[in-house]
């Protein structure tokens, strides 16, 4: 994918996944590549529609969420990018946990019963739900990886007030209910989900993406109770899988690791997967849509009518 020049254009950041630029200081343009990314890292090879399926599931998410809490996004003029408001975001990730599994059992699993400061009850399986959803937040870090950091390390080191906390701690709360009760409604659980929060004027606004296979973690609801009861594998719709392959083969972005081979075969598995995720979450037929560089920019400058 081209890196673009816009109209008004004043920065530009290319991050793991997505190329943002920043124009006249107040708005953002998104563009969703197809690149993919785990444990920090960017896989050598992309994943055909994966942008167009990030991008429009989370507009589709946001959109179904504002009335709990006001968002960023403005407009999509394109399948894979997606223009809104400029904030000043909270170096903070609110992971929200609805299910003992991915990071949190291997933590359990490790014997610590504690995460982020939050106790965690004993005698638990893998993918059993807590009692209630818990907030389980990491930093965000510009470069390297993520880090787990406890609710009052945040507000010591002023990366929130006590009262922004409370919050955001609220919003992502709500926001993951809904989640919940979207997912239900297409034979889904929400499992686990990220929300990044920044503000404007004063104003706390919903950034980023939502309730995508990148930001979250999905289990099929038919026979969850059954698999859990047998101690078996759930059937997820996540990036998990993605993570699973890259552990088995002995990758997990520390040093001195190198990434497995990536052969055709598996890059389209991976496409297809995250094409069934939209689908099942949607619920309706994903149509594929491959725009040229030229036709993707005339659309942005045009949706942006600078």
Known sequence: MSTFNFPGQTAFYKGKVRDVYTIQDELLVMIASDRISAFDVILPRPIPFKGQVLNQIAAFMLNATK???????????????????????????????????????????????????????????????????????????????DEDISKEEIIRQGLTTRDEWEELERLALLLFKRGQELAAKQGLILVDTKYEFGKKENKIILMDEIHTPDSSRYFYADGF??????????????????????????????????????????????????????????????????????????????????
């Open 67 to 145: 009335d709990i809490c006001a968002n960023w996004l403005q407009k999509k003029p394109a399948p894979n990018a997606s223009i809104g408001i400029k904030c000043i975001p909270f170096k903070i990730e609110m992971v929200v946990r609805g299910h003992l599994t991915g990071h949190a059992w291997r933590t359990y699993q490790s014997g610590k019963r504690t995460l982020c400061g939050i106790p965690l009850p004993e005698g638990m399986k893998e993918n059993e739900a807590f009692p209630a959803p818990i907030i389980t937040p990491s930093t965000k870090a510009d470069e390297g990886h």
């Open 225 to 306: 109770e059954e698999r859990l009861a047998a101690g078996e594998k759930q059937k997820q719709l996540s990036k998990e899988f993605v993570r699973e392959w890259l552990i088995a083969n002995n990758f997990m972005g520390k040093e001195g690791q190198a990434v497995p081979e990536m052969s055709d075969e598996w890059i389209q598995t991976i496409s297809n997967r995250y094409i069934e995720l939209y689908e099942k979450v949607i619920g309706e037929a994903f149509k594929p849509e491959v725009l040229g560089d030229e036709e993707l920019y005339e659309r942005i400058v045009k949706a942006l009518n600078l």
